[in-house]
């Protein structure tokens, strides 16, 4: 990405987050910011909203959308809201799931059927997520979601080709499809 954006004739920088105060990028000179970050702490919102205080514009979604898109299950209700289809799903708590699930939470997971995948609500790709087959891998599942997050989803596991699409201001991008080199995409 580097490569690229400098053969383009922009004056680039690498700066890594983690080495250097995301708050001093202005007092050294930077004008903008090209985000290349994954996960949390560089599409969740956190560092776009960082960018706006400073007055440096970016690349990629605002803070509300960041924050938003990297949340599963407030993307879920917000497209639930709006009308459109969305898998079966069961969320649950870090502390619904340490107190012991009820006969209706463990009815309602069983509803679903099987494959299930369970998954962090807010991370990155496919961080913390598990598909699971068998009944009795539910309970290791749910277990590694929650190393990941307060709140997980519990879906029914969806067969069929995955679509990625891009939103550009107004411009809605052509589709892309994703061909996972194994059971789900993993950036």
Not at 33 to 60: K, N, S, W
Not at 78 to 88: N, R, T
Not at 167 to 183: K, W
């Amino acid at each position: 990405m580097l490569a690229g954006l400098r053969e383009g004739g922009i004056d680039a920088h690498p700066v890594d987050p983690q080495e250097v105060d995301v708050a001093q990028l202005k007092a050294m000179g930077f004008q903008k910011v090209f985000i290349a970050l994954h996960g949390r702490g560089g599409e969740d919102g956190t560092l776009q909203g960082m960018l706006e205080l400073l007055g440096l514009p970016y690349t990629g979604s605002g803070v509300m959308a960041s924050a938003l898109s990297m949340d599963k299950l407030r993307s879920k209700l917000l497209w639930q809201g709006a009308g459109l289809p969305v898998a079966p799903w069961v969320a649950l708590t870090r502390a619904e799931f340490e107190k012991g699930l009820s006969e209706e939470q463990k009815a309602r997971i069983s509803a679903l059927g099987l494959p299930l995948i369970v998954k962090p609500s807010r991370e990155g790709s496919s961080v913390g997520m598990t598909k699971v087959v068998e009944e009795n891998a539910l309970q290791g599942a749910l277990s590694l979601a929650f190393q990941h997050d307060d709140e997980i989803l519990i879906e029914k596991w969806l067969c069929g080709p995955e679509f990625t699409v891009a939103i550009v201001g107004e411009e809605i991008l052509p589709s892309i499809r994703i061909q996972p080199a194994g059971t789900f995409y993993d950036l």
